[in-house]
């Protein structure tokens, strides 16, 4: 606080902003000196929902950060993912106590959990094509340097980068187990401050030349341009959502089955404060932020497996809370979304909605028909076990669980769509 770094970094929108008040008697007395309260954040997410780029922003923004603290003489007691949370598109630091006095010579005993939170996962991704999703979320604390090791193939071993900052790593951890005292040892290590900061350049630029490899277009990636609707139906089913927008008073959205944004936007345009979307196609997502980002849109898009929501997990169950209570909204979109539930992965229609609708209190469903061509290629190679999947039926459940304020033919297939309030 007397050095004004603080501040600084609130200003400049690095910090959640923060404010001193004094400590109760109680806590005075219990030895508290300094209490700090913050603003609280209206989003919650964890690493393992991140797509590739959003996970690689966090760790250009950490270590942009960690450069920046280092040249005004502090530094950061570890390099937690969770210490990072999104306000939109822009990554944010709320973890004000990890920023203490740097102390010259130090080594980086943080190396490996920025490695095993941040790189590793990006790694992943970059030179094995494989998402850090579900791992991610397995683990909780990243993807571990052993493991990632080990699937390394040769020429992937070769690069200088993979030798730093993952195949020594990994043999610091094998070292560990013969010498107890490797901690005492990485302590007393001697890192020069002008070292220290090119091993964090070296770092960065790597981070920031990484591309998912071998990504081929997906077909939701390229699904707003390329789908079933003609342009009158895409301008009849757009309008259908900017109406919905301007008049349900809706400051917060959650966008179901986002793709990459074009609804988030169009809510946007209309009222809406706030979009946090959820996709599964991990293209689709990186879309969708790169989007937010040029755009300068208060859009959030994070991966969803909607029939495997995050749970509550972590120490307790309770340390990291899944998505049912963190995500809430005063509206929903949901989008040409029940039908991948519904019909591609067998779940009762009923059930469904209740999904849907216990997202927000009100919002927009798109009903789906069998006459529809994506439907028609659902069913091409598999037996039709749906009798009660109708509009008919759908109507029915919907309005025995909320009142039914509009609905519109939008295709002409017959695509429905049904403004919803309970």
Same mark, same amino acid.
């Given at each position: 606080?007397?050095?004004?770094?603080?501040?600084?970094?609130?200003?400049?929108?690095?910090?959640?902003?923060?404010?001193?008040?004094?400590?109760?008697?109680?806590?005075?007395?219990?030895?508290?000196?300094?209490?700090?309260? *913050?603003?609280?954040?209206?989003?919650?997410?964890?690493?393992?929902?991140?797509?590739?780029?959003?996970?690689? =922003?966090?760790?250009?923004?950490?270590?942009?950060?960690?450069?920046?603290?280092?040249?005004?003489?502090?530094?950061?007691?570890?390099?937690?993912?969770?210490?990072?949370?999104? =306000?939109?598109?822009?990554?944010?630091?709320?973890? *004000?106590?990890?920023?203490?006095?740097?102390?010259?010579?130090?080594?980086?005993?943080?190396?490996?959990?920025?490695?095993?939170?941040?790189?590793?996962?990006?790694?992943?991704?970059?030179?094995? $094509?494989?998402?850090?999703?579900?791992?991610?979320?397995?683990?909780?604390?990243?993807?571990?340097?052993?493991?990632?090791?080990?699937?390394?193939?040769?020429?992937?071993?070769?690069?200088?980068?993979?030798?730093? *900052?993952?195949?020594?790593?990994?043999?610091?951890?094998?070292?560990?187990?013969?010498?107890?005292?490797?901690?005492?040892?990485?302590?007393?290590?001697?890192?020069?401050?002008?070292?220290?900061?090119?091993?964090?350049?070296?770092?960065? $630029?790597?981070?920031?030349?990484?591309?998912?490899? $071998?990504?081929?277009?997906?077909?939701?990636?390229?699904?707003?341009?390329?789908?079933?609707?003609?342009?009158?139906?895409?301008?009849?089913?757009?309008?259908?959502?900017?109406?919905?927008?301007?008049?349900?008073?809706?400051?917060?959205?959650?966008?179901? !089955?986002?793709?990459?944004?074009?609804?988030?936007?169009?809510?946007?345009?209309?009222?809406?404060?706030?979009?946090? !979307?959820?996709?599964?196609?991990?293209?689709?997502? @990186?879309?969708?932020?790169?989007?937010?980002?040029?755009?300068?849109?208060?859009?959030?898009?994070?991966?969803? @497996?909607?029939?495997?929501?995050?749970?509550?997990?972590?120490?307790?169950?309770?340390?990291?809370? $899944?998505?049912?209570?963190?995500?809430?909204?005063?509206?929903?979109?949901?989008?040409?979304?029940?039908?991948?539930?519904?019909?591609? *992965?067998?779940?009762?229609?009923?059930?469904?909605? @209740?999904?849907?609708?216990?997202?927000?209190?009100?919002?927009?469903?798109?009903?789906?028909?069998?006459?529809?061509?994506?439907?028609?290629?659902?069913?091409?190679?598999?037996? @039709?076990?749906?009798?009660?999947?109708?509009? !008919?039926?759908?109507?029915?459940?919907?309005?025995?669980?909320?009142?039914?304020?509009?609905?519109?033919?939008?295709?002409?297939? !017959?695509?429905?769509?049904?403004?919803?309030?309970?």
């Amino acid at each position: 606080m007397a050095a004004g770094v603080l501040d600084r970094l609130v200003a400049d929108g690095m910090l959640v902003p923060y404010e001193r008040i004094a400590p109760s008697s109680v806590e005075a007395e219990a030895g508290m000196v300094h209490l700090l309260q *913050h603003p609280r954040l209206e989003v919650i997410s964890h690493p393992y929902e991140w797509s590739f780029s959003l996970l690689k =922003d966090a760790a250009i923004f950490q270590l942009e950060l960690l450069i920046r603290l280092l040249d005004q003489g502090f530094t950061l007691s570890d390099a937690s993912a969770y210490n990072i949370q999104y =306000d939109g598109h822009r990554p944010v630091f709320l973890d *004000h106590l990890s920023i203490r006095p740097y102390r010259e010579g130090e080594f980086w005993l943080a190396h490996r959990q920025f490695c095993e939170q941040f790189l590793n996962p990006l790694v992943l991704r970059s030179a094995l $094509g494989v998402a850090h999703n579900a791992w991610y979320r397995g683990t909780l604390e990243g993807i571990p340097v052993a493991d990632l090791a080990r699937l390394l193939p040769l020429k992937r071993r070769l690069s200088w980068n993979v030798l730093v *900052h993952i195949l020594l790593q990994d043999g610091f951890q094998q070292s560990a187990r013969s010498r107890v005292d490797l901690g005492q040892t990485l302590r007393q290590r001697q890192l020069p401050k002008a070292q220290f900061r090119a091993m964090l350049q070296q770092l960065l $630029g790597w981070i920031c030349r990484m591309t998912p490899a $071998g990504t081929r277009p997906s077909t939701w990636a390229s699904y707003a341009a390329n789908n079933t609707y003609s342009e009158l139906d895409g301008g009849a089913k757009r309008q259908f959502v900017a109406d919905f927008a301007a008049s349900s008073g809706a400051r917060s959205v959650i966008d179901l !089955g986002c793709n990459t944004g074009d609804y988030a936007r169009i809510c946007l345009d209309n009222g809406v404060s706030r979009v946090v !979307g959820f996709d599964f196609d991990q293209q689709a997502l @990186d879309g969708a932020h790169s989007r937010a980002k040029a755009e300068n849109l208060n859009f959030l898009p994070l991966f969803l @497996d909607a029939r495997n929501p995050s749970p509550d997990q972590g120490w307790l169950q309770s340390e990291r809370m $899944g998505f049912a209570k963190r995500f809430e909204a005063d509206a929903v979109l949901a989008l040409a979304f029940e039908h991948h539930l519904a019909i591609a *992965h067998n779940v009762p229609l009923d059930q469904t909605l @209740d999904f849907i609708l216990s997202t927000a209190p009100q919002g927009v469903v798109e009903f789906v028909p069998k006459d529809d061509p994506t439907i028609k290629t659902m069913l091409a190679l598999r037996e @039709d076990i749906f009798p009660d999947y109708s509009e !008919g039926n759908f109507r029915q459940l919907l309005a025995a669980r909320a009142r039914i304020v509009r609905e519109e033919q939008i295709s002409a297939s !017959g695509r429905r769509m049904f403004v919803f309030e309970k």
